[in-house]
């Protein structure tokens, strides 16, 4: 409350046992109360309560109302409003009622409850008033509850899969599969902590020997155990026709490593059996260790040992024998050992690299280069073997440089470093090199090897096509390996204002369709370009519908291109007012922003030297109209003869020539705005020992205060150079780009904040940390976005704290892009650790859709599930939630609510995806639940998919005729030439194993007949992966639909 009644405190020292709800029962007495504030009342009203029974799950029924508890009549009271009560009070499901509790005291509840059982509440069920003159509190309603109960999957290969069963009065029992589905499976497998429900089956994991416990199982998703589902009661009838309930959870939980310096090198414990073992050393090795690192997001295995001290019982009996590829430690090869010999001071232990800073050396350019990684501080190289375009793409992506575009050993220098890595295998999906398959850092490397790099594509420049000069004409825009028209529909002079500048083709004249139709395909996006962007990919864009759109409406500009330039009205042809010349008539420039930097690029475009001044109608107003406004001219500052990319003498781009920077007023804030506009990380120090550059030395004293965007945003003032030489070129050393973790012994998404920087972590002071920092740390880990933020919460640490003063705006790609002191500067004494909590990635499903793979974005926070608002939805959004549910490439991003409207909390808005995350909750976004939305506004996606294959009419869920999802229907394959290559694929993508036979003894399915004959190799990762060919299939009938018998489950 937000204040007190006189008497209020006191009653509440009266009543300490009773609680609050007490207490406002004194309140409403007339003689204590003086206010009640309104807003306490929010709760709603108050569960029931069970008395005098066994135990908090079974007792007499008493509902609270008019300021009193009541008993509840049995005369019509049933198991349909037991089993209301019993989940209102998370206590399971209703195994009986009855009025065997003792009496209770008046009043009687004057109303029948006439319940469904799908209620949330006993106040939400229907009532009706009756008659209680019959009725005395021998007859007072009660019920007994199961209480919440013990789950398990039986008789699957791991905890993760099986039978489901609940244990009730000491006894194992089944669940019956009438009406199971993929979100009672959710629920059962959150409860186990194995992931989402892959798959759900009845009696695929045996019949089991126990008696069928619980039927009618209804989830809504939000439980939190299978007992808070609607079901029918405990022990209630259950059909004949009843089959066991299976589920197959994506789990199981990865490995820990334990009591080691860090998240990524400990003790390997291994969790089975609801227990957490250790693992015996004996033929523990480093391929076995390489899994488990690259499992735990953790680089490659340095070293194997078990020196992380014992652990506790149990010491499981599995030999494992990884080769070194698979992508769990669960899916490796093991036998069974005998462990008797094996003690806890043998218990299997690894170190890690961990995630480890990658760069491109020696290129002229960021994206260019050779691969370098850092380890143990030193930089080195990476050896060529195997090295091919999909190794590249990962690189370029890390690194945000697009795609490969070439690799090469050795094109850029073999460098001074030694090869820390090779025998690099990417499969196109990791997110860094370091999740990348590899041979263990510091294993012996080819005499032969060869430093690897990679040339990125960074990204195209637009084109004008069918113009009458290299400055107008139709724009297309290069996507998806493609070149593409853009409708005309909302493009307007800014976006045409982007473009021309983009292409050096001056300032935009006018927007038109003129230039003739272009070739399919059509860009789907919608430029909303504000004018200042630098490319045409930086504008803000959103999904439209382009189905009404034709190339007779494509897109196209006409930009001023160069042109002639002149000084009017002065005393000599380098002082005046600025005119242009553009169809045959002079113009002027509005003064709107005009400074020295855009009279500079005057001057010498006139070969007048340097602007000295500039000035508004100094010149007189001039007769001609006002052609131009709003120039803007600057180039980044370069770094030069330094360690690295991040550290040199600063230079700066004037008067068509680069020149240095005397040192004379230089300092630290001047050096952090050139280190955040490089993407270099903080300030450490500045200096003058980079060498002397070159002619000219520029007179400008820069007088930044350190939260610039870039050198030419800060104050400055012009001063006398004559006696600064070259040896006092100003030089800056930025940290480069730092690694960030989480220190927390329970979770890699939680805890205190530390950075790398010269091979020591360090902490993050919490002075002005706030939800937005914490969200960049969480994207830039892969942990979601921030739920909380903290000072000190996890510890002080031991380190020293390095960083302070951070400031994100909240677009940054990693903690090291955002504002902040330099680094080593002092810390205030009142410095507490930074930490943040992380939401991990948050489910994704598509609701309302005609399959898994398209439909209404829903997102899975706080129990709950919500929607996605539409503001700035665009396909780079929607390819983050179609790569998130493996269904392709996203096709559209619709906005409107095009699925129809959800229901429940909308959890993101203005949703800003790059296309490199890995889940949506990566995203640039509102923090979770602030919007300004409706739900008319709710966003959708429709994904490429594909779905993956089923078998139908098999013996179980492994067997059966093959059946492909295409063109919105799901039909047979012919036999013809389908072989076990075929059939390998589909039991591998199935997760069912390997192919044991084909036939087609399975029965016929119904049309579609597909007409591809797939060629798979066996190797492929999907049925879709497989080469193909269309055939005649007028000689096929479903007779002779494709089978396949795989082993099960892997």
Request: a negative charge.
């Given at each position: 409350m937000g204040g007190l009644a006189p008497g209020v405190e006191q009653a509440s020292e009266l009543l300490p046992s009773r609680g609050l709800d007490v207490v406002v029962n004194v309140l409403l007495e007339p003689d204590i109360l003086q206010y009640v504030e309104v807003d306490h009342c929010s709760r709603g009203p108050l569960p029931p309560r069970l008395q005098d029974g066994q135990d908090l799950c079974s007792g007499r029924v008493e509902i609270y109302w008019n300021s009193s508890w009541s008993t509840v009549c049995d005369h019509e009271w049933d198991i349909m409003d037991a089993s209301?009560?019993?989940?209102?009070?998370?206590?399971?499901?209703?195994?009986?009622?009855?009025?065997?509790?003792?009496?209770?005291?008046?009043?009687?509840?004057?109303?029948?409850?006439?319940?469904i059982g799908t209620e949330g509440t006993i106040n939400e069920c229907p009532r009706e008033q009756r008659n209680i003159s019959n009725c005395t509190h021998s007859q007072d309603a009660g019920v007994t509850c199961s209480g919440s109960f013990p789950i398990r999957l039986a008789n699957g290969s791991n905890v993760c899969l099986g039978r489901v069963e609940i244990l009730y009065k000491s006894i194992w029992g089944a669940v019956c599969d009438d009406g199971w589905d993929l979100t009672n499976g959710d629920i059962v497998c959150r409860q186990l902590n194995c992931g989402k429900a892959e798959s759900i089956t009845g009696a695929y994991h045996g019949q089991g020997g126990g008696e069928i416990l619980l039927s009618g199982v209804r989830c809504n998703g939000t439980e939190h155990s299978l007992d808070q589902c609607i079901a029918n009661p405990l022990g209630a009838n259950h059909s004949v026709?009843?089959?066991?309930?299976?589920?197959?959870?994506?789990?199981?939980?990865?490995?820990?490593?334990?009591?080691?310096?860090?998240?990524?090198?400990?003790?390997?414990?291994?969790?089975?059996?609801?227990?957490?073992?250790?693992?015996?050393?004996?033929?523990?090795?480093?391929?076995?260790?390489?899994?488990?690192?690259?499992?735990?997001?953790?680089?490659?295995?340095?070293?194997?040992?078990?020196?992380?001290?014992?652990?506790?019982?149990?010491?499981?009996?599995?030999?494992?024998?990884?080769?070194?590829?698979?992508?769990?430690?669960n899916e490796c090869p093991r036998e069974q050992r005998n462990i008797s010999n094996c003690t806890h001071s043998q218990d299997a232990g690894v170190t890690c690299s961990g995630s480890f800073p990658i760069r491109l050396a020696n290129g002229s350019n960021v994206c260019l280069g050779r691969v370098e990684i850092l380890y143990k501080s030193i930089w080195g190289a990476v050896c060529d073997d195997g090295w091919d375009l999909t190794n590249g793409d990962i690189v370029c992506r890390q690194l945000n440089c697009g795609k490969a575009e070439s690799i090469t050993g050795a094109y850029h220098g073999q460098g001074g470093g030694e090869i820390l890595l090779s025998g690099v295998r990417c499969n196109g999906t990791e997110h860094s090199l370091d999740q990348c398959i590899a041979n263990p850092l510091g294993a012996n490397h080819s005499v032969e090897c060869r430093h690897v790099g990679v040339i990125c594509s960074g990204s195209l420049s637009p084109r004008l096509q069918d113009g009458q000069d290299l400055c107008s004409g139709r724009v297309e825009i290069y996507w998806n390996s493609s070149w593409s028209t853009v409708c005309d529909h909302e493009w307007d002079i800014m976006d045409a204002s982007v473009?021309?500048?983009?292409?050096?083709?001056?300032?935009?004249?006018?927007?038109?369709?003129?230039?003739?139709?272009?070739?399919?395909?059509?860009?789907?996006?919608?430029?909303?370009?504000?004018?200042?962007?630098?490319?045409?990919?930086?504008?803000?864009?959103?999904?439209?519908?382009?189905?009404?759109?034709?190339?007779?409406?494509?897109?196209?500009?006409?930009?001023?291109?160069?042109?002639?330039?002149?000084?009017?009205?002065?005393?000599?042809?380098?002082?005046?007012?600025?005119?242009?010349?553009?169809?045959?008539?002079?113009?002027?420039?509005?003064?709107?922003?005009?400074?020295?930097?855009?009279?500079?690029?005057?001057?010498?475009?006139?070969?007048?030297?340097?602007?000295?001044?500039?000035?508004?109608?100094?010149?007189?107003?001039?007769?001609?109209?006002?052609?131009?406004?709003?120039?803007?001219?600057?180039?980044?500052?370069?770094?030069?003869?330094?360690?690295?990319?991040?550290?040199?003498?600063?230079?700066?781009?004037?008067?068509?020539s680069w020149g240095t920077v005397c040192d004379h007023e230089w300092d630290i804030m001047d050096a952090s705005v050139v280190c955040r506009q490089l993407r270099c990380g903080v300030a450490v120090s500045v200096n003058s020992s980079f060498g002397p550059g070159e002619d000219p030395i520029w007179p400008d004293n820069f007088r930044c205060v350190g939260t610039e965007g870039t050198i030419n945003e800060c104050p400055r003032e012009q001063r006398n150079i004559s006696n600064c030489t070259h040896s006092q070129d100003a030089?800056?050393?930025?940290?480069?780009?730092?690694?960030?973790?989480?220190?927390?012994?329970?979770?890699?998404?939680?805890?205190?904040?530390?950075?790398?920087?010269?091979?020591?972590?360090?902490?993050?002071?919490d002075d002005g940390w706030d939800l937005t920092n914490g969200d960049i740390v969480c994207r830039q880990l892969n942990c979601g976005k921030a739920e909380s933020?903290?000072?000190?919460?996890?510890?002080?640490?031991?380190?020293?704290?390095?960083?302070?003063?951070?400031?994100?705006?909240?677009?940054?790609?990693?903690?090291?892009?955002?504002?902040?002191?330099?680094?080593?500067?002092?810390?205030?004494?009142?410095?507490?650790?930074?930490?943040?909590?992380?939401?991990?990635?948050?489910?994704?499903?598509?609701?309302?859709?005609?399959?898994?793979?398209?439909?209404?974005?829903?997102?899975?926070?706080?129990?709950?599930?919500?929607?996605?608002?539409?503001?700035?939805?665009?396909?780079?959004?929607?390819?983050?939630?179609?790569?998130?549910?493996?269904?392709?490439r996203a096709i559209r991003a619709t906005t409107g609510a095009s699925f129809g409207q959800g229901s429940g909390p909308i959890w993101l808005d203005d949703v800003l995806c790059d296309g490199t995350e890995s889940s949506l909750d990566q995203c640039v976004a509102t923090h979770w639940g602030e919007h300004n939305c409706q739900h008319y506004e709710d966003a959708g996606v429709q994904c490429s998919g594909p779905l993956p294959p089923r078998l139908q009419e098999g013996l179980h869920a492994c067997s059966g005729r093959v059946e492909i999802y295409e063109?919105?229907?799901?039909?047979?394959?012919?036999?013809?030439?389908?072989?076990?290559?075929?059939?390998?694929?589909?039991?591998?993508?199935?997760?069912?194993?390997?192919?044991?036979?084909?036939?087609?003894?399975?029965?016929?399915?119904?049309?579609?007949?597909?007409?591809?004959?797939?060629?798979?190799?066996?190797?492929?990762?999907?049925?879709?992966?497989?080469?193909?060919?269309?055939?005649?299939?007028?000689?096929?009938?479903?007779?002779?639909?494709?089978?396949?018998?795989?082993?099960?489950?892997?």
């Amino acid at each position: 409350m937000g204040g007190l009644a006189p008497g209020v405190e006191q009653a509440s020292e009266l009543l300490p046992s009773r609680g609050l709800d007490v207490v406002v029962n004194v309140l409403l007495e007339p003689d204590i109360l003086q206010y009640v504030e309104v807003d306490h009342c929010s709760r709603g009203p108050l569960p029931p309560r069970l008395q005098d029974g066994q135990d908090l799950c079974s007792g007499r029924v008493e509902i609270y109302w008019n300021s009193s508890w009541s008993t509840v009549c049995d005369h019509e009271w049933d198991i349909m409003d037991a089993s209301v009560v019993c989940r209102q009070l998370r206590c399971g499901v209703a195994v009986s009622v009855n009025s065997s509790f003792g009496p209770g005291e008046d009043p009687i509840w004057p109303d029948n409850f006439q319940c469904i059982g799908t209620e949330g509440t006993i106040n939400e069920c229907p009532r009706e008033q009756r008659n209680i003159s019959n009725c005395t509190h021998s007859q007072d309603a009660g019920v007994t509850c199961s209480g919440s109960f013990p789950i398990r999957l039986a008789n699957g290969s791991n905890v993760c899969l099986g039978r489901v069963e609940i244990l009730y009065k000491s006894i194992w029992g089944a669940v019956c599969d009438d009406g199971w589905d993929l979100t009672n499976g959710d629920i059962v497998c959150r409860q186990l902590n194995c992931g989402k429900a892959e798959s759900i089956t009845g009696a695929y994991h045996g019949q089991g020997g126990g008696e069928i416990l619980l039927s009618g199982v209804r989830c809504n998703g939000t439980e939190h155990s299978l007992d808070q589902c609607i079901a029918n009661p405990l022990g209630a009838n259950h059909s004949v026709e009843c089959r066991h309930v299976g589920v197959i959870c994506s789990g199981p939980l990865p490995p820990r490593l334990q009591d080691g310096q860090d998240l990524c090198s400990g003790r390997v414990e291994i969790y089975k059996n609801s227990s957490w073992g250790t693992v015996c050393d004996h033929e523990w090795d480093i391929m076995d260790a390489s899994v488990v690192c690259r499992q735990l997001r953790c680089g490659v295995a340095v070293s194997v040992n078990s020196s992380f001290g014992p652990g506790e019982d149990p010491i499981w009996p599995d030999n494992f024998q990884c080769i070194g590829t698979e992508g769990t430690i669960n899916e490796c090869p093991r036998e069974q050992r005998n462990i008797s010999n094996c003690t806890h001071s043998q218990d299997a232990g690894v170190t890690c690299s961990g995630s480890f800073p990658i760069r491109l050396a020696n290129g002229s350019n960021v994206c260019l280069g050779r691969v370098e990684i850092l380890y143990k501080s030193i930089w080195g190289a990476v050896c060529d073997d195997g090295w091919d375009l999909t190794n590249g793409d990962i690189v370029c992506r890390q690194l945000n440089c697009g795609k490969a575009e070439s690799i090469t050993g050795a094109y850029h220098g073999q460098g001074g470093g030694e090869i820390l890595l090779s025998g690099v295998r990417c499969n196109g999906t990791e997110h860094s090199l370091d999740q990348c398959i590899a041979n263990p850092l510091g294993a012996n490397h080819s005499v032969e090897c060869r430093h690897v790099g990679v040339i990125c594509s960074g990204s195209l420049s637009p084109r004008l096509q069918d113009g009458q000069d290299l400055c107008s004409g139709r724009v297309e825009i290069y996507w998806n390996s493609s070149w593409s028209t853009v409708c005309d529909h909302e493009w307007d002079i800014m976006d045409a204002s982007v473009v021309c500048r983009q292409l050096r083709c001056g300032v935009a004249v006018s927007v038109n369709s003129s230039f003739g139709p272009g070739e399919d395909p059509i860009w789907p996006d919608n430029f909303q370009c504000i004018g200042t962007e630098g490319t045409i990919n930086e504008c803000p864009r959103e999904q439209r519908n382009i189905s009404n759109c034709t190339h007779s409406q494509d897109a196209g500009v006409t930009c001023s291109g160069s042109f002639p330039i002149r000084l009017a009205n002065g005393s000599n042809v380098c002082l005046g007012r600025v005119e242009i010349l553009y169809k045959s008539t002079w113009g002027t420039v509005c003064d709107d922003g005009w400074d020295l930097t855009n009279g500079d690029i005057v001057c010498r475009q006139l070969n007048c030297g340097k602007a000295e001044s500039i000035t508004g109608a100094y010149h007189g107003q001039g007769g001609g109209e006002i052609l131009l406004s709003g120039v803007r001219c600057p180039l980044p500052p370069r770094l030069q003869d330094g360690q690295d990319l991040c550290s040199g003498r600063v230079e700066i781009y004037k008067n068509s020539s680069w020149g240095t920077v005397c040192d004379h007023e230089w300092d630290i804030m001047d050096a952090s705005v050139v280190c955040r506009q490089l993407r270099c990380g903080v300030a450490v120090s500045v200096n003058s020992s980079f060498g002397p550059g070159e002619d000219p030395i520029w007179p400008d004293n820069f007088r930044c205060v350190g939260t610039e965007g870039t050198i030419n945003e800060c104050p400055r003032e012009q001063r006398n150079i004559s006696n600064c030489t070259h040896s006092q070129d100003a030089g800056v050393t930025c940290s480069g780009p730092f690694p960030v973790r989480l220190v927390d012994v329970n979770s890699r998404c939680s805890g205190r904040v530390e950075i790398l920087y010269k091979s020591t972590w360090g902490t993050v002071c919490d002075d002005g940390w706030d939800l937005t920092n914490g969200d960049i740390v969480c994207r830039q880990l892969n942990c979601g976005k921030a739920e909380s933020i903290t000072g000190a919460y996890r510890g002080e640490g031991g380190g020293e704290i390095l960083l302070s003063g951070v400031r994100c705006n909240g677009t940054e790609h990693s903690l090291d892009q955002c504002i902040a002191n330099p680094l080593g500067a002092n810390h205030s004494v009142g410095c507490q650790h930074a930490g943040v909590i992380c939401s991990e990635s948050a489910l994704v499903r598509l609701e309302d859709g005609d399959n898994l793979c398209d439909g209404r974005v829903a997102i899975f926070h706080n129990s709950t599930w919500g929607t996605v608002c539409s503001d700035y939805w665009d396909l780079q959004d929607a390819q983050v939630v179609c790569q998130q549910l493996n269904c392709g490439r996203a096709i559209r991003a619709t906005t409107g609510a095009s699925f129809g409207q959800g229901s429940g909390p909308i959890w993101l808005d203005d949703v800003l995806c790059d296309g490199t995350e890995s889940s949506l909750d990566q995203c640039v976004a509102t923090h979770w639940g602030e919007h300004n939305c409706q739900h008319y506004e709710d966003a959708g996606v429709q994904c490429s998919g594909p779905l993956p294959p089923r078998l139908q009419e098999g013996l179980h869920a492994c067997s059966g005729r093959v059946e492909i999802y295409e063109n919105s229907s799901w039909g047979t394959v012919c036999d013809h030439e389908w072989d076990i290559m075929d059939a390998s694929v589909v039991c591998r993508q199935l997760r069912c194993g390997v192919a044991v036979s084909v036939n087609s003894s399975f029965g016929s399915g119904e049309d579609p007949i597909w007409l591809d004959n797939f060629q798979c190799i066996g190797t492929e990762g999907t049925i879709n992966e497989c080469p193909r060919e269309q055939r005649n299939i007028s000689n096929c009938t479903h007779s002779q639909d494709a089978g396949v018998t795989c082993s099960g489950q892997q």
